[in-house]
């Protein structure tokens, strides 16, 4: 970016979140409380700090800064690659068929990325008139068989870990996948969301990064 290539990173709480692990920094320890310390502090604002810099270059090249400007760009070639999640890549397979290739977020000083992995998974009332049947069709469209047509036909990643993968796209979100950060199904995530989703305030409006993550784990951690 800083030579010239045009790259539409999303910028947003969702997005950027694995350049968190990039430099070190935790949002949440392993019970789901927010990481306070001043190393912490220093390690994701060393992140926020980076992303600054990737978005002026991207502000002062009027390059897109989001996922839905960045669609047309990406598919028609004048930018050489986006940030995404893989529920985009049927749009992006479509106009771009083997030019496409998918890559991890770069890994940074402290080690490799940690983006958001969001599972899909089938829930069942105990109340449920039939809930044997439930059960039954939801162990059918997790199974081998499945998953494999959904992951040929719809462009799925299987979480079944016995189906075999021979698309390399679906095989490069595996691989990025390996090191990602399970998106925590608790009350601690609307804190995260509601304390840390403000970038502007740095991107445009200036706050230092350092002040910006000071006031968002002391609003995140903050009684109610």
């Not at 978005?55 to 760009?73: F, H, M, R, V």
């Not at 985009?88 to 890559?103: E, T």
């Not at 995530?189 to 910006?212: I, K, L, R, S």
Request: overall charge negative.
């Amino acid at each position: 970016m800083e030579g010239g290539t045009p790259v539409s990173i999303s910028y947003g709480c969702y997005h950027q979140y694995g350049f968190f692990g990039s430099f070190g920094g935790q949002i949440f320890d392993a019970d789901f409380n927010f990481v306070t310390d001043e190393a912490n502090q220093a390690n994701v604002t060393a992140a926020v700090s980076y992303l600054n810099e990737l978005y002026q270059i991207s502000k002062t090249n009027s390059w897109p800064k989001n996922d839905a400007d960045g669609l047309a760009p990406f598919t028609e070639g004048t930018v050489a690659a986006i940030t995404n999640g893989n529920w985009a890549m049927g749009d992006y397979r479509k106009a771009l068929g083997d030019k496409l290739a998918v890559a991890p977020l770069p890994a940074g000083p402290a080690g490799a990325s940690n983006p958001l992995l969001g599972v899909d998974g089938y829930y069942f009332t105990p109340n449920s008139a039939n809930l044997e049947a439930a059960v039954d069709v939801a162990l059918y469209l997790t199974n081998a068989a499945a998953q494999t047509s959904m992951m040929n036909d719809a462009g799925h990643v299987p979480s079944n870990t016995t189906v075999e993968v021979t698309d390399p796209l679906i095989q490069g979100l595996l691989d990025a996948f390996a090191t990602s950060y399970f998106r925590p199904q608790v009350e601690a995530m609307g804190n995260y969301w509601g304390n840390f989703c403000g970038t502007d305030q740095v991107f445009e409006a200036g706050t230092p990064a350092a002040d910006w993550v000071a006031a968002g784990f002391e609003g995140a951690t903050k009684p109610k």
